[in-house]
DNA sequence: CTGAAAGCGCTTACAG
DNA sequence: CTGAAAGCGCTTACAG
């Protein structure tokens, strides 16, 4: 076992003084063609790599963000990583991915632990928790220290910085839409509680396309659901007490769901009921039928928000101007075969 | 906007030494208690948070894990890493992911970024190539500087070093058996090529499942995955081709596209042809029918790979001793709807 | 062309 | 009880 060698080491086999051996390694013009060509041979010999926490000290930078997210397990996050990984990989950057757990505690943690150096940025997703509590404080502190954040998804307007979205009340619409296009009318909602923010933003846009269309709106046809643990049970009494044409369900597994639980009940997809969801991930692909979805387009948000971040840090502090962008991702409806 | 501050401008301003100020802050007993109350009210007020990477570079270590792994949109990578930063976290360690994309290079440059002092230790699983090119050497050069590593699900056996996985032959023997015991004997196999590890190992438990119940191994039944792009005409033409009773399929993408395939060509799941997947993961769990599998328990195998990480990393150098354990997760048979 | 010094932000053995 | 010094591993302005 040979531990890492230093430039230390390397001065004292050589004979030099550590000052002589960074330049050379560095091929500063400073040093002779001669001793420059003697220790770059022996830093090679000896595989010698700077060490990474002695430059960020010297540095104040360390070349590393932080995505920090709800969860990972579903799969628009995953692919949210995906691309923040590529675009920051490609310039060097390193990438901390942290979980809140949709807790506000632990978000704070995370983000209190990380801001002390270790990293140069966020990129965050709101918890659910948060988002409910209201309480940004910790976001606040960070971006006063002068550290960059970019939000994505989740999203609040309760702080100023970068932020990468999708029109959700649009998408939501367009898919609303579509289905009163097909001439359905008595049309159910499977939305989120209104404090997810997205949720609340989806169910507009459905409200927006049912008003649009003098469709009158049904409070009864909305099921707003809280818990994640057990909601297949009020999907249930929304499809049987209700005789819907079609469902608009904001996520995947709302609308994978509806389509096992409409089979059950005996309402064939999409001969009796058509459904739309939200989020293009691998169950809307894989699932029979496969799911008509708005496709969100996680890797491209992820690329996006990342560029954001990258191009905050990578300019020069006397430069930086406190201006915000909000950019917003494109999501299209993708057709399958949940829809006629 | 106002900047981090540092133990020297606490010193400044309270006008005592650096010295002083850190210890005041550690509560060490060989300050005065006026001072310490002073000092700690001072930093308290101007939240005062030690650098991490100051820390890391005198304590030569940085609190970071890494999980390296092929890919993050497999939902089985998704919960190992959640398992794996459960852990890590409760111990007041980061995780960073990198991504090899499932090539050698990629897993070789993350490897050698991040094994320069920003990381403690490696938590892996290889990437195809790798296991295809049989080319270790930059994870022995890890090992050999003295930086543990955790190798899981896709391991070699040329590495020494702990490792956690599941008993792919033996999964795949009882996933097999169980369909033997419902009376089938053309049972297909949809498999990757064999330089995939747990691949190779998984058609070896079918076909020592086969043989045990003096089943004679058809190779026209086994089906071998190269290219991830193009497998549905293969799957197709298996399932044309031979008039089977049940598939088993070792993961889930394979199994839910055997599931469209034969509904495509007229065969019912699970009355016509039965079929069992590999890994539980959301596809099997949403499916329509829901897809019997073997349950892999990726946050298992998370939870135990960064555990057995830590366990070495928290011993002292001195007592140090190289010896290997690989750890054996457990599966099991999750039945569903995709078998009769 | 080479090296000593200062510094990034911290800790701690040692001196006073 | 307090502080100066050395050190973690590096870079760079400055002196010689």
Redesign the pocket.
């Known amino acids: 076992m040979r ?9 004292k086999e050589l ?12 091929d ?9 060509q003697k220790v770059q041979a022996f830093a090679k010999l000896y595989n ?4 990474n ?8 930078k360390s070349k590393t963000i932080c995505i920090l997210i709800p969860e990972i397990i579903h799969h628009f996050f995953a692919t949210v990583i995906s691309g923040v990984e590529h675009v920051a990989n490609e310039k060097g950057y390193n990438v901390i991915v942290c979980l809140s757990d949709e807790s506000f505690d632990k978000e704070v943690i995370n983000m209190e632990m990380l801001a ?2 270790s990293i140069d940025g966020f990129i965050m997703s709101l918890s659910k928790e948060t988002q409910q509590k209201k309480d940004f404080h910790h976001i606040s502190e960070v971006i006063n220290q002068g550290m960059p954040v970019v939000m994505f998804d989740r999203v609040t307007n309760d702080i100023l910085c970068d932020k990468v979205i999708i029109d959700d009340n649009l998408a939501a619409f367009n898919a609303t839409q579509h289905l009163i296009n097909k001439g359905f009318r008595k049309i159910g909602l499977i939305t989120t509680v209104d404090y997810v923010s997205v949720g609340k933003l989806r169910t507009e846009g459905y409200i927006k396309a049912l008003k649009t269309n003098d469709i009158k709106v049904d409070e009864n046809l909305i099921l707003k659901i809280e818990d994640t643990d057990n909601f297949e049970s009020q999907i249930k009494s929304l499809l049987e007490n209700n005789d819907l044409d079609a469902v608009f369900a904001v996520n995947e597994i709302f609308a994978v769901t509806a389509i096992k639980i409409a089979n059950k009940l005996g309402k064939k997809v999409p001969e009796n009921i058509s459904i739309i969801g939200f989020t293009d991930g691998i169950i809307s692909k894989y699932s029979s039928p496969s799911i008509t979805t708005v496709s969100q387009n996680g890797v491209k948000m992820g690329e996006k928000a990342a560029k954001m971040l990258l191009e905050k840090l990578e300019i020069e502090e006397e430069e930086y101007e406190e201006q915000y962008k909000t950019e917003v991702i494109e999501t299209e409806l993708v057709e399958r075969e949940s829809t006629i």
């Open positions: 531990r890492k060698v230093t430039l230390k080491q390397i001065a004979d030099v003084s550590i000052s002589t051996v960074s330049k050379s390694l560095r500063s013009t400073e040093i002779s063609e001669d001793t420059r010698y790599k700077p060490n926490i002695a430059l960020s000290l010297k540095n104040r002390n150096g």
